[in-house]
């Protein structure tokens, strides 16, 4: 089973930009869908983007499309999330899974349907 780790949280300004890195490591580390998550003090975990096992398909929600980005770096077993023009409402701790796959393009929304989570990072964004 894979592990990934996060990395790259903070104390950002509003406007502001960071990037969280997601390192995979395991058997078959490659064979895994990645998907962001986060979750606010006092509410539910939310879908922030994921990304296909080949990195082809990318998907995000309402809610940071346009200002978020998710790539991948097969070489490295590593996915990153760039987060841009940032807001207090992002704050949250940001978790990483992975969800074993074998379509290249596909990619998953549910955090039900993923098999390994980071511990997360905190990102804080001040007004």
């Known amino acids: 089973q894979v592990q990934v780790i996060e990395s790259g949280g903070g104390l950002v300004e509003a406007g502001g930009s960071l990037r969280l890195s997601c390192a995979a490591s395991?058997?078959?580390?490659?064979?895994?869908?990645i998907g962001w998550f986060r979750q606010a003090p006092g509410k539910a975990r939310e879908f922030v983007a994921a990304?296909?096992?080949?990195?082809?398909?990318?998907y995000y929600s309402d809610s940071v499309s346009g200002r978020f980005t998710i790539s991948r770096d097969s070489a490295k077993n590593a996915v990153y999330l760039q987060m841009n023009t940032l807001k207090p409402e992002d704050t949250a701790v940001y978790s990483c899974a992975a969800k074993l796959t074998s379509g290249p393009r596909s990619y998953y929304v549910s955090p039900n349907l993923y098999d390994s989570w980071g511990q997360g990072t905190q990102v804080t964004v001040s007004s």
């Open positions: 990304i296909s096992m080949g990195g082809e398909v990318t």
């Open positions: 395991g058997r078959s580390s490659r064979n895994y869908a």
